[in-house]
Every structure is written in C-alpha cells, then in structure tokens.
C-alpha cells in the first residue's frame, strides 16, 4: 500500500512538475528570508530586554553585547521558528494537498524519500529541543554580561562569569588607543581602545562584541582619563616594526 501511495504521489508530481519547480523556488526563497529576518528581529529583541534591564540605573555609559553578538544566537532560534510562519502562509494558500504534494516535491528534488524524510523530522524536533535549551542558558549569561561606566567606579561584569567585578579609577593600569595589531602573521589596520586594570584584566573593544563605536569609545577613555590623571597611550606595532626595520 505504501508503495502504491509512493507511485501515485510520483506521477501526480510528474504531472506538475513545471508548476512545482516555481513554487518550490519560492518556498526556498522564502524560507531564508524568514530565517535571515527572524534571525534579525530576535537580536534586536533580544538587545532590546538587555538594554531596558541594565539602564535603570544612572550610568554614564553602558557596554553592553553589540547586536552581532546577539546574532549568533538569534540566528539559530531563527532557523527553528521560520517553520512556522512558512507553514501559516503556504499552506493556507495552497491548500493541504497542493502543500503536502510541495513538501514531497521538495523532498524528491533534494533526494529523500519518504523514511529519510521521517528521519530528518525527527532530528529536527530533537535539534530544536536542543537548541531551544541551550537558548535558555546563554541568553541569561549574554544578559549578565556588561561594563558600567559610573562618574566614580566602574563595574565589570565578563562574558561567563556569575558574579560583577568594581574597580576605582585607582584600579586602572592603563588607557590605549591601539592602531594595529599583529595576528596570526598578519598585520590588521585597525584603530581600537583598551583599558588596562592593575588585576591583569583588558577591557579590548578589539573583538566586536561590545557595542561601541570608535567616538564613543574615545569617550568613555577620556572620562577614564580625567578621573584616573592616565594618559592614553598609543600603540602602534605595524609602526614600531617599521621604525625599527629601517634603523
């Protein structure tokens, strides 16, 4: 019986293969724009509660994981969820035999039949079960993550880590306008800021994944600076190498 079900799904599908071939780009299509815009819409979610919870009190200035950081995690929830808005929408205007005959279409044009396609569902469930929990650990640990610059103290709280840090402006080593690094045998051109602390913490604005621009970077360094009577050091290494290659 399944066999005959299979072969009569086959040639229904032969028939309409021109008109399916469309529609089965569209679905495609479809489907990475809910995954690229849901992907979107949860960092900026996501950001959101983070900066609602942390700005309640009266920080000078609030770092906080920059929008791409958020990403990486909004990505994945939104490759799991975008099932729902494609099922809400194709299947209402399709119909349920048209959208399930699209389904097997989809299925025979990425080669699955039908017990590997039960096979794949189910993986999907458990990776998104999966996902879902991990969701669950990290976005309170992202939540937790932040740097509140305050006109007297500074407080830290690191990525992973359960518990704030505060420093007095005494606490700071050093304040650095870094123009370039060396990394992995390359030379990377690129102008940042770190505050150095006297524990051997780097505060580095190197990676991303804290959400300040360069002016505002500056910012919070020339504040740092003013109430910690700290120069701000440049270090340029590209330079140094150079200056002493021709010497």
């Known amino acids: ?5 299979e072969d009569t799904d ?21 489907m990475l724009f809910f995954v690229l815009f849901l ?4 960092s900026h979610i996501f950001y959101g509660i983070s900066l609602l919870f942390h700005s309640r009190e009266n920080a000078a200035y609030l770092i906080l994981p920059s929008l791409g950081t958020w990403w990486l995690l909004s990505l994945f929830l939104g490759i799991i969820s975008s099932v729902v808005p494609m099922k809400c929408i194709f299947k209402p205007l399709l119909g349920k035999r048209r959208y399930n005959e699209l389904q097997l279409y989809a299925a025979g044009k990425d080669r699955i039949n039908r017990k590997s396609r039960k096979r794949l569902t189910k993986q999907f469930y458990a990776l998104s079960c999966i996902t879902v929990l991990a969701s669950m650990i990290i ?3 992202l939540l937790g993550c932040y740097v509140k610059v305050f006109q007297d103290k ?10 704030e840090k505060t420093y007095d402006f005494n606490d700071v080593a050093e304040l650095r306008q870094v123009k370039s690094v060396f990394e992995k045998n390359k030379i990377y051109k690129r102008t940042f800021h770190e505050i150095a602390f006297k524990d051997g913490y780097t505060l580095s604005f190197y990676r991303g994944w804290l959400s300040k621009s360069f002016e505002e ?21 590209v330079a140094d190498y150079c200056i002493g290659k021709g010497k």
């Open 139 to 141: 976005f309170p640990l």
């Open 154 to 163: 500074i407080i830290v709280n690191r990525p992973w880590k359960l518990s």
């Open 217 to 237: 970077q500056a910012e919070i360094l020339k504040l740092i600076s003013g109430k910690s009577n700290l120069k701000i050091q440049i270090i340029d290494p």
């Open 39 to 42: 992907g979107w819409l949860y």
């Open 10 to 30: 086959k040639m229904n599908l032969a028939k309409r293969k021109k008109e399916y071939g469309k529609l089965y780009w569209i679905y495609r299509h479809s």
């Open 1 to 5: 019986m399944a066999g005959q079900a």
